[in-house]
């Protein structure tokens, strides 16, 4: 089949990753990013694919029902990799409006539109909707999120994100419109927004700035290198059943100050610094609020069903990606003037 696919955030971290996959692996198929370029969204990300025959951005707005349909009029899509959303929780925090606004609103208005250009042969199309570990709350010391764990979202991020997978589940169920959902744990690579806490340390170690440990550092995250994380959606999207949900994760679990503590090492060793220096910028502040206190993916069905499994160990993703930031400083450089300092002042002055 010769898809026409609809990717939303496009030029986000994930959506630049995944777009740069399917334009250079399928070239017979027709790749459409729509991006509204927010703050994270940039278009730096897919410079080396702009000019690929196959591949058109168009910059517009997912809750905008009337452009999204003549997109589809225009196109004729038969497929929708929905990656667009807000999503980093503490700006959630601040602001659960705009959350609900294109998390919500966003993805019922393509599905809306997906469920009326397709009514009438839904034959070879598929709405895949990507989402979060996160809709399924926080873990205790013990167990793991399965497909079937009850939704338990508990920051405005995961709660619209949560209510966004409900209203995909609903137009399966009420519609037949063909989707499947992945729900996939915390990713890091090349092109992460410096406000996640990865970059934002690489970021700062760079720079000789403090590096801010929300609590005492034991909140564990389930890190899924980002290549490993679109490699998955390429399986699931040919490969997966229609009306199902993926988990996607890596079985690896680190608390946040474990992992500042490996990623100074590596930077103190990559920048020629004494062992140590890095460290002691590491400073604890104020707690986030509720929250999330571990996540942890299982991922058998992933790798029963379509044999999918992480390419990258830890270590060497991390490696991989502290290079990447060195090499790319322009890159950080650009991400983070103007209204990233505003943020950043905003978010940590008061920590
Ligand atoms: P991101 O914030 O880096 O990128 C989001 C993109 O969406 C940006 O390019 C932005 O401009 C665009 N966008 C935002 N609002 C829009 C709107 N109204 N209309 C059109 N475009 C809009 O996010 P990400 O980290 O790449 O995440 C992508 C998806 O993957 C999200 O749905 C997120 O919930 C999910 N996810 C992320 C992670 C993670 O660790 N980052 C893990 C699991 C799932
Ligand atoms: P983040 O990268 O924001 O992802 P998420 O909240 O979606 O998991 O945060 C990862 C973990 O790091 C989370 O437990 C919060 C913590 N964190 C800090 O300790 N300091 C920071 O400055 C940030 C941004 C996050």
């Given amino acids: 089949m010769n898809h026409i696919i609809l990717i939303t955030g496009g030029a986000g971290f994930?959506?630049?990753?995944?777009?740069?996959?399917?334009?250079?692996?399928?070239?017979?198929y027709k790749i459409v990013n729509l991006d509204k370029l927010t703050y994270a969204g940039n278009l730096e990300n897919l410079k080396d694919?702009?000019?690929?025959?196959?591949?058109?951005?168009?910059?517009g707005d997912i809750t905008n029902g009337d452009f999204v349909n003549d997109l589809f009029e225009g196109y004729k899509f038969t497929a929708v990799l929905h990656c667009a959303a807000e999503s980093h929780v503490d700006r959630s925090i601040s602001d659960p409006l705009a959350f609900v606004r294109t998390?919500?609103?966003?993805?019922?208005?393509?599905?809306?539109?997906?469920?009326?250009?397709?009514?009438?042969?839904?034959?070879?199309?598929?709405?895949?909707?990507?989402?979060?570990?996160?809709?399924?709350?926080?873990?205790?010391?013990?167990?793991?999120?399965?497909e079937e764990t009850p939704y338990d979202p508990r920051s405005p991020y995961s709660s619209s994100k949560a209510s966004s997978d409900h209203f995909v589940r609903a137009f399966y169920h009420t519609y037949n419109l063909p989707v499947i959902i992945s729900n996939c744990s915390n990713n890091y690579g090349p092109y992460h927004f410096p406000e996640k806490l990865i970059p934002l340390c690489i970021n700062n170690i760079l720079?000789?700035?403090?590096?801010?440990?929300?609590?005492?550092?034991?909140?564990?995250?389930?890190?899924?290198?980002?290549?490993?994380?679109?490699?998955?959606?390429?399986?699931?999207?040919?490969?997966?059943?229609?009306?199902?949900?993926?988990?996607?994760?890596?079985?690896n679990e680190w608390k946040n100050i474990d992992i500042i503590?490996?990623?100074?090492?590596?930077?103190?060793e990559k920048l020629g610094r004494e062992n140590g220096e890095s460290e002691r910028l590491i400073i604890f502040v104020k707690d986030r609020a509720g929250h999330d206190m571990r996540y942890a993916i299982d991922a058998t069905k992933l790798k029963n069903e379509l044999g999918w499994k992480p390419s990258l160990q830890f270590e060497e993703g991390l490696s991989k990606t502290i290079d990447w930031y060195l090499n790319n400083t322009e890159w950080l450089n650009h991400v983070t003037s103007?209204?990233?300092?505003?943020?950043?002042?905003?978010?940590?002055h008061k920590r």
């Avoid at 998390?103 to 469920?115: H, S």
């Fill in 14 to 28: 994930i959506g630049s990753h995944l777009t740069r996959l399917f334009v250079n692996k399928y070239p017979q």
């Fill in 49 to 59: 694919i702009e000019n690929q025959p196959n591949y058109t951005f168009v910059k």
């Fill in 103 to 146: 998390n919500v609103l966003g993805t019922v208005t393509l599905l809306q539109i997906a469920k009326e250009y397709w009514k009438d042969n839904l034959n070879g199309k598929l709405f895949y909707h990507i989402s979060t570990d996160e809709v399924y709350g926080s873990l205790g010391n013990n167990g793991f999120f399965t």
């Fill in 261 to 268: 503590k490996e990623l100074c090492k590596q930077m103190d």
């Fill in 338 to 348: 103007g209204d990233y300092q505003n943020y950043y002042e905003t978010q940590y």
């Fill in 207 to 251: 720079n000789k700035k403090p590096l801010p440990i929300y609590g005492k550092g034991e909140n564990v995250r389930d890190w899924l290198f980002v290549g490993d994380h679109v490699q998955a959606i390429d399986v699931i999207f040919h490969k997966g059943r229609t009306g199902e949900t993926y988990n996607i994760g890596g079985h």
